[in-house]
């Protein structure tokens, strides 16, 4: 062989030799953050992506059998009525937002002892949500709960908000808003310190009023904030588990079956029932109506969020 | 220089090694090993405590752990960290949730180490060890304790409503009686409390009416027989009759709770509330406990916690001990004393009643063993018994027939135990 055909192949394999020794550096920069991603997130994803398609005990490998799982959850009642609950209390919890917004605005008035407000909000954020479930069954008791004394003050009879499914939904709602304001609030001061104030400033001198302002400065300024927010609750609400299980006390509650909400039905599945294969199929389809449901919402925003 | 650290180095760690070895073959029980004891939190704690520290004694080289976990997680946890290989060494088992670990291979067996240790199982209800027995020929545990069902009641609220108490004579249509008088709507006093509750309610009436939850092949549920809708129609006639709360005011406020408050006359629930009731000062002079009322025969069911260990632990021999100990006469008379629960070991209910004085006819629970059959726990149990709130609701409301509501469960039942 001669030298001269020699030498432009090592120079070629110098220079990937080369390239791959930066692109070596280059990996093990971002293994740890990799690795840490793919043993938390991607391996789990795909392991239930995996089991959704299989039947699985809770010990010991499990078997494929294809879609099974998914027709099963499709023709299962229960399943569907799981789904309207998710719904609903998903759509009752979004009017917390109007809610944050007029009571962020409110606190941005207050000129002292605003982050006395901040706080108190925020208090549900960081309470025990067991404490929160013993405090709201309190309440909501129908024989001497608060609330169906206040309401006997006024003529209005009493229910059974957290023993009858025709009202828990609604109950786990109201618990939802409150538990969720200080955070929306937290988020929607941040959004609204960032609005100038000159804008305020001018809009007074051409004589518009507090309201007015509110409408046309605040709430356009403030969508982008608010689009954050909604996307955020909606993921959080139509992922509800906790409060099914505080609020109702038991399994032995009567109004359980009627209160179910998806991940509740995943934590049946999953840990009383002992069906790995079925949960994740029901993981997995709550995940694809939260990609659908999100994927809606940044095509929605379009038409209703202002960037500057 | 690196060359020689590094067989220095080789040489420590070979010595090291060798050690290491030697130790377990010279003196194998007195190596200082730590196990881990995983129960429920509740009454019974410091009765568990004083059983651990009772074979510490006898064990010096020997640490056991007692894990308390609430009962919602208790075996979403087991599960996961048995799935996972972190399971406790030891740890309760109820007959209800024994199946799948035991068919997933993570129970320890332990049956040589009972052999070795002499323990005769004479000593333990029958009923009860069947529970556990998972036809494979392999003991995993050994009951704790055990229980069986009675009749709760408030002897102030039938002294008001001028009912005689009840009598170890009593039939179902004495009780629907006594339960109706002693209802009064105004001051929110009920005779009875009916939850659809299996263990303390609907099973008793079930085997008392003569007939069965499950078919003797464990194939099927026989709910839908005439003898079982009888012994359903012993609850929901209870309801009919405005005797006991609706099953929403029992969602809010559980039957135990509100016997203990005194708006309950009649509680049917197990030995193991004993200790909770003679604990509160205020109801426990008004407290008394009587047999189960006779439909065409007298039943009860029967269950217990077992002592049962993880097969992945590191140390099955000292958890084999400790379960045998744990679920032994010694630790039988520790929770005798502290009242704590009804012990399985046989020759210790004595010493169990001597713990609540006051409680006089606690004697009940004992005779009780004589009729008592196994909790219904085929297949899949704490699934299908989960479906019951879903398919019974409706008959305890009154919104459709035991018939139909039985036939339903009947045939859910029939699909889950069909699954395996």
């Not at chain 2, 946890?77 to 030891?90: F, I, K, R």
């Not at chain 2, 079982?228 to 009919?240: R, S």
């Not at chain 2, 004993?274 to 009587?290: M, S």
Request: aromatic residues 12%; charged residues 15%; contains cysteine.
């Amino acid at each position: 062989m001669s030298s001269s055909v020699v030498k432009p192949v090592r120079q070629v394999r110098r220079r990937t030799g080369f390239a791959a020794r930066t692109d070596w550096w280059a990996y093990a920069m971002i293994a740890p953050a990799f690795i840490g991603l793919a043993a938390l997130y991607l391996w789990p994803f795909l392991s239930t992506f995996l089991k959704s398609f299989m039947n699985v005990p809770v010990f010991g490998p499990g078997e494929f059998n294809g879609v099974d799982n998914y027709t099963k959850l499709i023709g299962d009642d229960a399943f569907w009525r799981a789904l309207g609950n998710t719904a609903l209390y998903t759509g009752i919890v979004l009017l917390g937002i109007p809610l944050a917004i007029v009571f962020a605005a409110l606190i941005q008035q207050v000129s002292r002892g605003r982050a006395v407000y901040r706080v108190l909000f925020f208090l549900p954020v960081v309470t025990l949500p067991v404490a929160i479930g013993m405090v709201w069954r309190f309440i909501l008791n129908g024989d001497f709960g608060l609330l169906n004394w206040v309401f006997s003050l006024v003529g209005i009879p009493g229910q059974y908000w957290v023993a009858d499914d025709r009202f828990t939904i609604y109950a786990f709602a109201v618990v939802g808003i409150w538990m969720g304001l200080g955070v929306n609030l937290i988020i929607l001061g941040a959004g609204l310190q960032n609005i100038p104030v000159e804008l305020y400033e001018a809009s007074s001198l051409d004589g518009a009023n507090r309201v007015r302002q509110f409408f046309s400065i605040t709430l356009p300024l403030l969508s982008p904030t608010i689009f954050f927010v909604t996307v955020l609750t909606t993921i959080s609400a139509l992922q509800m588990f906790d409060l099914v299980f505080i609020m109702l006390g038991s399994v032995n509650n009567t109004a359980i079956d009627g209160s179910k909400t998806i991940v509740y039905l995943f934590y049946e599945a999953a840990f009383v029932q002992f069906k790995q294969g079925f949960a994740a199929t029901i993981a997995i389809v709550l995940l694809v109506i939260i990609m659908a449901v999100t994927a809606l919402q940044f095509r929605l925003q379009k038409k209703w969020v202002i960037y500057d | 220089m690196h060359k020689k650290w590094l067989t220095a180095a080789a040489a420590v760690a070979t010595v090291g090694l060798l050690a290491a070895c030697s130790t377990p073959s010279e003196a194998p029980s007195d190596e200082p090993v730590t196990i881990t004891y995983q129960v429920w939190a509740g009454t019974q704690t410091p009765a568990m405590q004083e059983i651990v520290d009772a074979f510490e004694e006898e064990n010096p080289n020997i640490t056991v752990e007692l894990q308390e976990l609430p009962w919602p997680q208790y075996w979403s946890t087991l599960q996961t960290s048995a799935a996972g290989g972190t399971a406790p060494d030891a740890f309760w088992m109820l007959a209800q949730q024994i199946k799948p670990y035991a068919e997933g291979k993570q129970l320890l067996d332990i049956t040589d180490a009972i052999e070795a240790e002499g323990v005769d199982l004479a000593n333990y209800p029958q009923a009860v060890l069947d529970l556990y027995d998972q036809g494979d020929g392999a003991i995993y545990g050994l009951p704790k304790d055990f229980d069986t069902n009675a009749i709760w009641y408030n002897k102030a609220l039938f002294d008001a409503a001028g009912v005689d108490y009840p009598t170890d004579s009593w039939t179902w249509e004495d009780f629907r009686t006594a339960a109706k008088e002693l209802t009064n709507a105004e001051a929110g006093v009920w005779g009875v409390a009916a939850p659809i509750d299996y263990q303390g309610g609907y099973y008793n009436s079930i085997f008392q009416a003569g007939g069965q939850v499950i078919s003797d092949d464990g194939k099927t549920a026989e709910l839908d027989t005439p003898e079982a809708i009888a012994g359903i129609k012993f609850w929901t006639d209870l309801m009919a009759d405005g005797s006991s709360p609706t099953l929403q005011q029992l969602s809010d406020t559980e039957a135990e709770t509100q016997f203990e408050q005194g708006k309950i006359a009649m509680y049917l629930s197990g030995a193991y509330w004993a200790l909770k009731l003679y604990d509160n000062a205020e109801i426990r002079p008004n407290i008394d406990v009587a047999p189960l009322p006779i439909g065409e025969q007298r039943a009860t069911v029967t269950s217990g916690i077992a002592n049962v260990g993880y097969v992945g632990t590191k140390h099955p021999d000292e958890v084999a001990k400790f379960l045998i100990f744990a679920s032994g006469e010694t630790a039988a008379n520790i929770q005798a004393k502290a009242g704590a629960v009804l012990p399985a070991f046989k020759g210790t209910e004595q010493t169990w009643m001597d713990a609540m004085p006051e409680f006089t006819n606690l004697q009940v629970f004992i005779d009780a063993i004589e009729y008592a059959v196994p909790l219904p726990v085929q297949g899949n149990a704490a699934e299908w018994q989960g479906l019951q709130t879903e398919f019974l609701t409706p008959a305890w409301n009154g919104q459709e027939s035991v018939e139909d509501a039985a036939r339903k469960y009947t045939e859910a039942i029939d699909k889950v135990l069909a699954e395996g």
